[in-house]
């Protein structure tokens, strides 16, 4: 069974950072793309970060380019978004993904899922 569990959420001023932290268990972690998505409320869900399952590749929605930061540490089943210059329309919950296609951005192409956390960022 696989689980995957996000930490990291809270609240922040704007120009702020966070990071966001999701362990995984059940499978083989370096087999797998991992992502991060998000949601704000009224919206659909939103790519933001993937990273391939040796962690030389990496590819940001548009949105967060030059912002967010995507690692991953394989030896502890973990990966990692770097969130800096944050915006209020940033806010929204952070969702960590696993897949199998690391060309996949759409939300249905994910098949593991995180509970999510939530961000805030005030003005």
């Known amino acids: 069974q696989v689980l995957l569990v996000e930490s990291g959420g809270g609240l922040v001023q704007t120009g702020g950072s966070l990071r966001l932290s999701c362990v995984a268990s059940g499978g083989t972690f370096n087999l797998y793309t991992m992502a991060w998505f998000r949601q704000a409320p009224g919206k659909d869900r939103e790519f933001v970060a993937k990273i391939s399952g040796s962690g030389i590749n990496t590819s940001y929605g548009d949105s967060v380019k030059g912002r967010f930061t995507i690692s991953r540490d394989n030896a502890k089943n973990m990966v990692y978004l770097q969130m800096n210059s944050l915006k209020p329309e940033d806010t929204a919950v952070y969702y960590c993904?696993?897949?199998?296609?690391?060309?996949?951005?759409?939300?249905?192409?994910?098949?593991?899922w995180g509970q999510g956390t939530q961000v805030t960022v005030s003005s």
């Open positions: 993904a696993r897949g199998s296609n690391y060309f996949a951005d759409s939300p249905t192409e994910f098949s593991h």
